[in-house]
């Protein structure tokens, strides 16, 4: 059973075309939801964390929100730069065990 | 500061032999991961180290995978012997404190095909 699902697989925007991509999870005491930007052959980039329903936290173009049950990443007039896969990340397992379990990431394309 | 090294970054190898990959985290983090990444999936979580302890080795293959961590720095994560569904981006990982929130650095992963 999934635990953390994102939509879109895959989407494809004009330069400049704002647009969300949905992380939706299914678990009970979250303990932190995560973002990560991952290029082409190389590993995941932290970008946000967030702990608790209401939360936001910005960064240049993208905007993560948090509520009970899933989490937006909206990103506003992408440019071509933007282009990766974002995957969503939960904190599951207690008494240290802080290993992380990832959705498949949504592969957005930017086009000039 | 330096980031997490990982080598090989590329490994071909023929079903039921053994490969063997190396990390090395970023300097003064405690705790560090391997992570196992399907084409078209995202990672997942095969062990993680506190030190040079085992916290969670729960979706490790133990049958034919096995990782150590004898210094607590560096780490070694071995599959003997492979087998096709085997292939896969391996990723390091680590992270500064334990049990605290904070995120994970990763590496830039060690591609394994096995034929």
């Known amino acids: 059973e999934d635990q953390v699902t994102q939509s879109p697989e895959a989407l494809r925007l004009q330069e400049g075309e704002s647009s969300s991509l949905n992380c939706s999870y299914t678990?009970?005491?979250?303990?932190?939801l995560f973002w990560y930007r991952q290029d082409p052959g190389k590993g995941p980039e932290f970008l946000f964390t967030?702990?608790?329903a209401g939360e936001e936290k910005e960064k240049e173009r993208l905007k993560a929100t948090l509520t009970k049950k899933e989490s937006f990443l909206h990103i506003t007039a992408p440019k071509p730069e933007d282009s990766a896969t974002y995957l969503c990340a939960v904190r599951l397992r207690g008494g240290g065990a802080d290993g992380l379990t990832f959705g498949k990431g949504t592969h957005l394309i930017i086009q000039p | 500061e330096a980031g997490v090294a990982q080598s090989p970054r590329y490994k071909i190898i023929e079903k039921r032999q053994s490969v063997a990959f190396w990390c090395n985290p970023i300097s003064g983090h405690a705790t560090l991961y391997w992570y196992q990444q399907i084409l078209g999936q995202g990672p997942k979580l095969l062990i993680q180290f506190q030190n040079n302890g085992v916290v969670d080795d729960s979706q490790l293959p133990k049958d034919r995978f096995s990782a150590e961590r004898l210094k607590g720095v560096d780490s070694t994560l071995k599959i003997q012997p492979a087998k096709l569904e085997d292939s896969a981006v391996y990723l390091c990982a680590s992270s500064l404190a334990f049990g605290r929130p904070t995120w994970q650095y990763f590496g830039p992963g060690t591609r394994l095909t096995v034929t």
């Open positions: 967030l702990y608790s």
């Open positions: 678990v009970s005491g979250l303990r932190g």
